[in-house]
């Protein structure tokens, strides 16, 4: 089974930008799918992005493209969030997630299809 821990969560002015990681322990995840997915109160949780095990195929939520950027360092375990032009819509709690497993597709944008999930980190956003 695979532990998933987020940081790097916090309190930022609209327009700022933060890194969020994801370390994993318990499996090596190099051979895994990678998912972030956000959760705002009162709405669902909401697909942020997903990269492939290799790295080399991402999907972005529409609203997250070309402000966001997924990547990861299978050496470190670690999957990384970067987050540039934050808008105070981007508050949220921030997930990160796997099935653990290599398949892709468009699957990979519903929550439905990931089953382990780390705990979370808070991002908040002023404006």
């Known amino acids: 089974q695979v532990q998933l821990v987020e940081s790097g969560g916090g309190l930022v002015q609209a327009g700022g930008s933060l890194r969020l990681s994801c370390a994993a322990s318990g499996r090596t995840i190099s051979s895994y799918a990678m998912g972030w997915f956000r959760q705002a109160p009162g709405k669902e949780r909401e697909f942020v992005a997903a990269?492939?095990?290799?790295?080399?195929?991402?999907y972005y939520g529409d609203s997250m493209k070309g402000r966001f950027t997924v990547s990861r360092d299978n050496a470190k375990n670690t999957v990384y969030l970067q987050m540039n032009k934050l808008k105070s819509e981007d508050t949220a709690a921030y997930y990160c997630t796997t099935d653990g497993k290599s398949g892709w597709g468009v699957w990979r944008l519903a929550k439905g299809n990931y089953d382990y999930w780390g705990q979370g980190t808070q991002v908040t956003v002023s404006s």
């Open positions: 990269i492939s095990s290799s790295g080399g195929v991402i």
